[in-house]
Structure formats: structure tokens, C-alpha cells
């Protein structure tokens, strides 16, 4: 496709599954960044992968919370044992190298999580 | 520690009037800062980048060291100007760090 793909566009679940989130970057993007918008707030940084490492896993908000990325390509966030918290829009994000300023971030539409 | 405030949630303005949307930030070296701008119904997309100086849909930025911001203005809003709109600085990580947001809205 054309731009970055996430998948599912809405999940609801109840409190304690788990949950995994997909993205598909534009190819050949070798950073991919995944953020987390709870509901009236800002963009919040979890985690970026260069090719398929992950230099900063800083922003992940608990252990319940990981990430990984195949191929240089698709990446998944899962998310154990969901709390009613973790409710957001989960974007997903590529460019086509890791932290260069004139590279422009490609934004997907977003998994919109709700937990009850 | 790198920060980017935006201090505005909602700005409301008429059409054809001046709009300044502003941004702060804290960092400790040559900062690298962004607009990006989400459209209702659309995704978050790049509006534009300090370091290419440039005019999008008439919108600048300029950053001010002295100030520490990063202001967006447009001379004479337009409807389709109506957007939320974020600050973002290319971060210590490599990452890049988002402002709130703020949600133009530019009145008939």
C-alpha cells in the first residue's frame, strides 16, 4: 500500500486480555515509531525501532507493554493484561531513516483501543 | 529534559483575521522543531520544518533561541485552516516529542 497501514482500526476488549496491535510502515522505512493518544491529550512517545532494534524502549509506560519488528517491516505492539487506562488511539508512524530533520513522519490512522 | 508546551488547547479566530498558534520548548543543545497538523478525518501529516525555513498553505514558523519557541502564524486564516495542529521536536533519542495539541478553530 501507498502508507502505513494499522490494524485493527478499533478493538474493544475486556479488562485483563490481551491485546496486539499491527503496523505496516511505507517499505523500505527503517524507522517506525509507535505513539499513544489517550482521549484529549497529546501524542505520547512508546517506543521507535531502527530496522529492527529498538535503540529506546524508554516510553513503554509498564512490563505490560512490548514491542517488536520483523523484516524491517511490520511491527507489533502487544499490550498483556489490559487496564482500563491503556484506552487510547495507538499510532504508528515511519520515516525513512531514524532521526534526521528534514525526514517527514508518515502517520497511520490509528487503533482506537477501548478496555472495559 | 526536552519538553515541547503548547499553551493554547482551542483558539478560535475569524475568517481572514491573523492566527498565532504557539509552542515552547525545552532542550539542551540546537533544537530540530515541526508543525504537524490532522485534519478532521485524516491523519496527522507534516505541515512544516524549521529547517527548511519554508511557507506551507501560508503558514510560517520561526524559532526563536532566545525565546524557546516555535510560534506558527498565517497572516489571514481560512475555514479549511480549522485543524488540530502540534508542536514536535526531533528529541535526545532520535525520537520525536509531541506538544498537546491545539485545536484551531477559524470562524465564517
Known amino acids: 500500500g501507498a502508507g502505513v497501514s494499522q490494524s485493527p482500526s478499533n478493538k474493544v476488549t475486556e479488562k485483563g486480555k490481551d491485546v496486539e496491535l499491527r503496523c505496516d510502515p511505507i517499505?523500505?522505512?527503517?524507522?517506525l515509531y509507535w505513539y499513544r493518544q489517550r482521549l484529549g491529550q497529546g501524542l505520547e512517545f512508546l517506543i521507535y525501532f531502527q530496522g529492527n532494534s529498538a535503540p529506546d524502549k524508554s516510553g513503554l509506560p509498564s512490563d505490560r507493554f512490548s514491542a517488536e519488528r520483523t523484516g524491517e517491516s511490520v511491527s507489533t505492539l502487544t499490550i498483556q493484561r489490559t487496564q482500563q487506562e491503556d484506552s487510547a488511539v495507538y499510532l504508528c508512524?515511519?520515516?525513512?531513516?531514524?532521526?534526521?530533520?528534514?525526514?517527514?513522519?508518515?502517520f497511520g490512522s490509528g487503533t482506537q483501543l477501548s478496555v472495559l | 529534559a526536552q519538553r515541547v508546551t503548547q499553551p493554547e488547547k482551542l483558539l478560535s479566530v475569524f475568517k481572514g483575521a491573523p492566527v498565532e498558534l504557539k509552542c515552547n520548548y525545552s532542550?539542551?543543545?540546537?533544537?530540530?522543531l515541526f508543525w504537524y497538523v490532522q485534519y478532521s478525518r485524516q491523519r496527522l501529516q507534516l505541515l512544516l520544518r524549521h529547517i527548511s525555513r519554508e511557507s506551507i498553505k501560508g503558514f510560517t514558523a520561526d524559532l526563536n533561541k532566545g525565546e524557546t519557541s516555535f510560534h506558527l502564524k498565517k497572516p489571514f486564516a481560512q475555514e479549511e485552516d480549522s485543524a488540530m495542529y502540534y508542536c514536535a521536536l526531533l528529541g535526545y533519542g532520535q525520537n520525536f516529542v509531541f506538544g498537546p495539541g491545539t485545536r484551531l478553530s477559524v470562524l465564517p
Open positions: 508512524a515511519s520515516s525513512l531513516f531514524v532521526g534526521v530533520s528534514n525526514e517527514k513522519l508518515f
Open positions: 517499505s523500505g522505512h527503517t524507522a
Open positions: 532542550y539542551s543543545g540546537s533544537p530540530e
